[in-house]
């Protein structure tokens, strides 16, 4: 897999070495060993398996062979409460990838995920290791494809809410080739974030997405709001607009959509107007 990967990547830094491992308990995290050893921004991490698989808030990642399952060590100078921009930075690659190769019907999700016809079909996991001034040492991008997999391999409760490339394509796809695709445009937006260029990153992502003008409902421990998403505040967050007309913002959380376009949100949130 890596030398073919390594032949079809025609970028300056993204995936110049490649770790390649037939099962392991987590890509991200055996990137941040490598990241933490001095490995190079642009190493990748793939797996065919992982027993570990991680998504956000310690939930598992189930991943089976014949997904994408691979983490990118990246060494921006960002700030810490800007990393949310290279997870949307990272949805929009794939969705385009998703769009350009396939021509599937791929949406983002806020915060971090990749619905084709309303089912997950990637997630995606930045984490940053931080030095003592609270600096970013590097981020990690972890990045889970459901591309060859049969749905029947995962449990039951998930089959209606997760979708994979191969089931919606009723083929298997080349990985590879894929990979190589959304590695090259990956490097590009990374340049692009890097020379400033991070509007242009938020108009695309706002495009793409299927949360903001949508009605959502918002459950936070002690109560639930109802309202329109209407916007990204600049730190990531999903801003509210409740009935009342004031605005709240969804600083994390997870948006369930629900048919004819209802939304719940299980999120922390608080009133901001
Ligand atoms: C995510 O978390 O969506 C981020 C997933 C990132 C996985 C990649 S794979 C490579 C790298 N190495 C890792 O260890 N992780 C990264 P979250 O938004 O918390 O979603 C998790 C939820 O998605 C679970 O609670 C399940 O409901 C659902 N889920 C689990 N496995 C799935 C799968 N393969 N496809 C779709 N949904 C899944």
């Excluded at 079809?8 to 392991?24: A, E, H, N, V, Y």
């Excluded at 691979?70 to 998703?98: D, G």
């Excluded at 029947?152 to 490339?165: D, H, Q």
Aim: glycine fraction near 8%.
């Amino acid at each position: 897999m890596t030398e073919k990967i390594k032949q079809g990547l025609k970028t300056q830094f993204m995936g110049k070495k490649i770790f390649f491992f037939k099962d392991t308990h987590s890509t991200n995290d055996i990137a941040k060993e490598l990241a933490s050893k001095g490995a190079e921004a642009g190493t990748i991490v793939i797996s065919e398996k992982q027993s570990n698989g991680r998504g956000r808030l310690g939930r598992r990642w189930l991943s089976p062979e014949g997904g994408l399952w691979f983490s990118i060590i990246l060494k921006p100078r960002i700030k810490p409460n800007e990393v949310f921009k290279l997870t949307f930075l990272t949805a929009v690659v794939v969705v385009r990838t998703l769009r350009k190769k396939f021509k599937l019907n791929a949406q983002i999700k806020w915060p971090n995920d990749i619905l084709i016809n309303g089912k997950k079909v990637c997630g995606v996991l930045s984490e940053i290791i931080t030095n003592l001034s609270g600096r970013i040492n590097f981020v990690i991008i972890g990045i889970g494809i459901n591309a060859n997999i049969d749905l029947n391999s995962f449990p039951e409760r998930l089959r209606f809410s997760i979708t994979s490339i191969r089931s919606e394509l009723k083929k298997e796809i080349d990985r590879e080739d894929f990979l190589c695709t959304l590695l090259i445009e990956l490097e590009n937006y990374y340049l692009l974030l890097t020379d400033g260029g991070f509007d242009l990153i938020l108009e695309e992502w706002k495009d793409l997405n299927c949360v903001l003008d949508a009605y959502v409902e918002v459950e936070s421990l002690d109560r639930t709001i109802k309202g329109q998403a209407v916007d990204i505040a600049k730190d990531g967050a999903l801003l509210i607009k409740l009935e009342n007309g004031s605005v709240n913002r969804v600083i994390s959380g997870d948006v369930i959509l629900k048919r004819f376009y209802k939304i719940r949100l299980k999120a922390e949130s608080e009133k901001i107007s």
